[in-house]
Nanobody
């Protein structure tokens, strides 16, 4: 019914930048909150940043001032601009979206497939 497809991960040197994108498609009526999470090897998946449908944002302390989350509601897409990357940012990054399905009163949380971000020192 709904797919979230991520892109933009890769290998970058410390201090570099990457931009992640996540596009939602399918039977979408509207999208509430969207967010980015990350999971490093051997660790749990943690939230990095989130954005409401109205554009209010929140960030984990470790990325404040370096990462920027944004969304294009017309394209059902959320972005994560990552600057001044550090080796500790290395992880698989997942997008998440809370989606109201078209033609129903149902609302579900969906996940992307994940994209690897590797920051070398």
């Amino acid at each position: 019914q709904v797919q979230l497809v991520e892109s933009g991960g890769g290998l970058v040197q410390a201090g570099g930048s990457l931009r992640l994108s996540c596009a939602a498609s399918g039977s979408i009526f509207s999208i509430d909150a969207m967010g980015w999470y990350r999971q490093a090897p051997g660790k749990q998946r943690d939230v990095v940043a989130s954005i409401t449908s109205g554009g209010s944002t929140n960030y984990v302390d470790s990325v404040k001032g370096r990462f920027t989350i944004s969304r294009d509601n017309a394209k059902n897409t959320v972005y994560l601009q990552m600057n001044s990357l550090k080796p500790e940012d290395t992880a698989v990054y997942y997008c998440n979206a809370v989606i109201n399905l078209r033609g129903t009163s149902s609302r579900y949380s969906y996940w992307g497939q994940g994209t690897q971000v590797t920051v070398s020192s």
